[in-house]
């Protein structure tokens, strides 16, 4: 599994296996996206308003934990 996070769009993906070319993505709201690989499991899902959806709240940055 990876994390990435670009601060500049505030965006973080959680990615759970490799690429595979042919992902689905499934917009599941305004900010979750869901990219699911061609046997239906999920690949990655995508945070849009990352901050905000993480609880980054008061401190203004997200801060992965691991």
């Known amino acids: ?3 990435s996070y670009d601060p500049r769009y505030n965006v973080a993906y959680i990615q759970f296996q490799e690429k ?5 993505t499934l917009r599941l709201s305004d900010q979750l996206n869901v990219d699911m690989a061609p046997d239906g499991s ?10 905000e959806q993480l ?3 008061d401190r203004g940055l997200l801060v992965p934990e691991i």
Not at 42 to 51: K, V
């Open 20 to 24: 595979d070319t042919d992902v689905e």
């Open 55 to 57: 609880g980054a709240g």
């Open 1 to 3: 599994m990876k994390l």
């Open 42 to 51: 999920a690949y990655g899902i995508e945070l849009l308003n990352a901050n």
